[in-house]
């Protein structure tokens, strides 16, 4: 499956961001869908993943309530709401796809990448 993530931006602290990911190639219903971050010098981290059919979503902890995936199968489409950004939030965002079991939360269990948004929030 190609993932192609868009909707970053340069924000100021306090705003709200949407990105998207649009996948293509492969019935995107059978994937469960991750977003992961990473910012300068740091290592990639979780931020938030959706299950196959919406039922389940999970959060980084420093995200929950602040951040919301969604997912459209009819557009083959996953999303991230962000909301209340801060300047920590300054990262590139990447969407993942997981086709088979394996972790929510570990990188290393997606096995289909996204190119990344750049996300910058200004203080």
């Known amino acids: 499956v190609q993932l192609q993530a868009s909707g970053g931006g340069l924000v100021q602290a306090g705003d709200s961001l949407r990105l998207s990911c649009a996948a293509s190639g492969r019935t995107f219903s059978n994937y469960v869908m991750g977003w992961f971050r990473q910012a300068p010098g740091k290592e990639r981290e979780f931020v938030a993943a959706?299950?196959?059919?919406?039922?389940?979503?999970y959060y980084a902890d420093s995200m929950k309530g602040r951040f919301t995936i969604s997912r459209d199968n009819a557009k083959n489409t996953v999303y991230l709401q962000m909301s209340s950004l801060k300047p920590e939030d300054t990262a590139v965002y990447y969407c993942?796809?997981?086709?088979?079991?394996?972790?929510?939360?570990?990188?290393?269990?997606?096995?289909?990448w996204g190119q990344g948004t750049l996300v910058t929030v200004s203080s």
């Open positions: 993942a796809a997981r086709r088979y079991s394996g972790s929510y939360y570990d990188s290393r269990d997606y096995e289909f």
């Open positions: 959706i299950s196959r059919q919406a039922i389940s979503t």
